[in-house]
């Protein structure tokens, strides 16, 4: 999401900068007769004309409009989980039938995240390299290690009082 934000503001400034060309040099053409001025408004011309075919070619603005939206349906999922968490931790004898419960809750919210991360659009491998280094260098693939970011303040409580 981050990333089609910056490319779509890079491609309105991109525009906004080659509608300033064009216009202004347009304008010049009449009080002017130089060639420096006729090359400025053919370059603003077709550097509009790139930026507005790449912008609709790729639809970056629908892609952030989906990315957001999913970014806040996997929020939605992860407060269900975190719910789910609360009622196995703070129930203090399980039935079989609640254990079963659960388990089938647990199983929705994983299939519905997978139907989430099944309409997400491809990431390049560079992205994806990066998010890696990221999380190494954070240590963000071990949960445990940062059970205290992670998780809410009533279940590390209960936990440490356990």
């Known amino acids: 999401y981050d990333r089609l934000a910056k490319y779509s503001m890079w491609i309105r400034w991109g525009k906004a900068t080659a509608a300033l060309l064009t216009s202004g040099t347009v304008a010049t053409l009449f009080a002017s007769d130089s060639n ?8 603003g011309s077709l550097i509009f004309t790139a930026l507005e075919v790449i912008s609709n070619q790729f639809n970056i603005v629908k892609d952030q409009v989906n ?21 196995i931790k703070f129930t203090e004898s399980v039935s079989e039938t609640e254990l079963k419960d659960w388990h089938l809750e647990y199983k929705n ?5 997978k139907k989430i991360q099944s309409r997400l659009p491809a990431v390049p491998g560079r992205v994806v390299h990066k998010a890696e280094v990221e999380i ?3 240590h963000a693939s071990n949960n445990w290690e ?3 970011q ?5 279940i590390i409580r209960f936990s440490k009082e356990n």
């Open 36 to 43: 420096l001025v006729k090359y400025i408004a053919i370059v």
């Open 67 to 87: 990315l957001f939206e999913a970014k806040e349906s996997l929020w939605e999922k992860s407060i269900l989980l975190t719910n789910l968490a609360r009622k």
């Open 109 to 113: 919210i994983l299939n519905d995240i």
């Open 136 to 138: 190494k260098n954070k």
């Open 146 to 148: 940062n059970k205290e």
């Open 150 to 154: 992670l998780l809410p303040p009533d």
